[in-house]
């Protein structure tokens, strides 16, 4: 074996690949993180859920390009600062998580809500012990969506400079060296399936309830809810999220 | 910084020229109608094909995975090297990202009509064919036209980096600007390809909501048959 990819991996390969994972990785967890909260909170509230819906699907119009290169000129960063991208796609994860909390809180049965506020639970105490639980297995699978895309959304900063492993794009069309490219994206896309294995193994971890456990088990009940909510289009993306064999 | 931004705006000669705001506007829309129409031959007949008889499901989800996790910078410069082409590498990676939203819309679309409904219509005697066309189809509009402002929407913001590879569109602000140290021009890039991506997302929606379908907003009725049901409906009241 003579890969080009091997043969420079400690010099022109391994700190790109570095570069990539925290590039990824911090916007996904920190969009996530912002977004269950607020998801939480204006879940319930109508206009303020729609208001939320309209100010997400415009962050999710802006171009992300035009995003990478407008955010130094809006918060003063320097152009190659690494924060323009994390700050980028983390807007991008906070606006669809946001909607994905939505519609996991939508996918757990009224009838489930108000057996728990029979027993006794306070408003506060059943979003957090049943509301967010079974609400799980659907912000699971829109993370590893948005965790896919973000994995694959960080190399189109290696244009003006940033971007970890789409840096071995930019070289490789300048140099005119196609194996760089390839080494590239093979190692997004074997990226993007660790991320997305991962985070379906700890949506699992999270819901050791779910007998039989099976993805397509789950993803025939999301299915069947997305039939039965009017309207849950993103559901039913869920439902035919990555992983499902 | 935006107002040297509203100046360029401002100035009629950038707007004309082959080099103008309104040429790379155009080049950016021929690019984006372009890969979303040879997208669409390829994803709507195999959606159609996967929704109606329910086989291949797993191909569909499989597919839209990977290829949401394909670099589209990666796939263009990769092109760019193999094929001696100038448009075609950028317009193979925008089909590349614009066929999974679309199939996925189709797929879903029909695989999630009513089933009572279709099996109504077969017992009424309609062919596979017609059952297709004239009943899942239609039902299937709001999602199948949602799947196309998804891929809109990526391929209009992607489509800026066919500058990278020297073509036009709108992208060319953006990387000439760059290369100049010209941030009002990169500003421009920007500003108008968001603007452009506001317009296009905001027409789809328009449409997802006049094909829902029972609304009767967009309904082709057939006045002989609208005669009839409403003189059946007098007779019985």
Redesign the interface.
């Known amino acids: 074996m003579d890969l080009w990819g091997i043969r420079n991996w400690s010099t022109a390969v391994q700190p790109y690949l570095v570069e990539h994972i925290y590039l990824a990785v911090i916007p996904t967890v920190v969009g996530v993180i912002l977004a269950v909260p607020i998801g939480l909170a204006l879940h319930g509230r109508p206009a303020a859920r729609s208001v939320a819906v309209v100010v997400s699907?415009?962050i999710?119009?802006?171009?992300?390009?035009?995003?990478f290169?407008?955010l130094p000129?809006l918060i003063g960063t320097q152009?190659l600062d690494p924060l323009n991208v994390i700050i980028a796609l983390s807007l991008y994860t906070l606006a669809l998580s946001v909607r994905n909390t939505f519609e996991a809180l939508d996918a757990v049965p009224q009838v489930t809500r108000e057996a728990a506020e029979a027993i006794g639970y306070s408003r506060l105490g059943r979003t957090a012990a049943v509301d967010l639980p079974l609400a799980v297995p659907v912000l699971t699978a829109g993370t590893r969506?948005v965790a896919?895309?973000n994995?694959?959304m960080v190399?189109?900063g290696?244009?003006?400079g940033i971007g970890g492993l789409?840096q071995?794009?930019?070289s490789?069309?300048q140099r005119?060296?196609?194996e760089q490219?390839?080494t590239?994206?093979v190692l997004?896309?074997i990226l993007?399936?660790i991320f997305?294995r991962l985070i379906a193994l700890l949506g699992r971890a999270l819901t050791p309830w779910i007998r039989g456990s099976s993805m397509a088990s789950s993803q025939r009940r999301l299915r069947r809810l997305?039939?039965e909510i009017p309207g849950s289009?993103s559901l039913?993306?869920a439902a035919?999220?990555?992983?499902?064999? | 910084m935006f107002a040297d931004f509203a100046a360029y705006l401002a100035d009629g000669a950038n707007w004309v020229g082959p080099n103008g705001i309104t040429t790379r506007v155009l080049q950016h829309l021929y690019y984006t109608v372009l890969a979303l129409g040879i997208g669409a031959l390829i994803a709507v007949p195999a959606g159609m094909v996967i929704g109606h008889t329910g086989r291949g499901e797993g191909l569909v989800v499989g597919l839209a995975n990977t290829m949401r996790a394909l670099p589209s910078l990666g796939l263009m410069t990769l092109l760019v090297l193999l094929i001696p082409s100038t448009l075609i590498p950028p317009i193979t990676a925008l089909v590349a990202l614009a066929v999974p939203p679309l199939l996925a819309g189709v797929y879903a679309g029909i695989a999630n009509v009513d089933r009572t409904v279709v099996d109504a219509a077969r017992a009424m005697g309609m062919s596979p064919w017609q059952v297709l066309w004239r009943v899942e189809v239609p039902n299937a509009m709001p999602l199948i036209i949602g799947g196309l402002r998804g891929a809109t929407l990526q391929v209009v913001a992607t489509a800026t980096i066919a500058a990278f590879v020297n073509l036009g569109g709108l992208g060319r602000y953006i990387f000439d600007g760059l290369a100049l140290y010209d941030y009002t021009r990169v500003l421009v890039g920007a500003v108008l390809v968001t603007a452009l991506a506001l317009v296009l997302d905001g027409l789809l929606a328009l449409l997802v909501r006049l094909v829902q379908p029972g609304t009767g907003r967009l309904a082709l009725r057939d006045p002989a048959l609208q005669e009839a049901i409403d003189e059946r409906a007098a007779v019985a009241r």
């Open positions: 699907s415009a999710f119009t802006i171009p992300s390009l035009a995003l290169v407008v000129g152009v969506v896919v895309t994995v694959s190399s189109v290696a244009v003006i789409g071995l794009f930019t490789g069309y005119n060296f196609p490219i390839l590239g994206m997004i896309l993007a399936i997305d997305a039939r289009a039913r993306e035919d999220a990555p992983g499902g064999r």
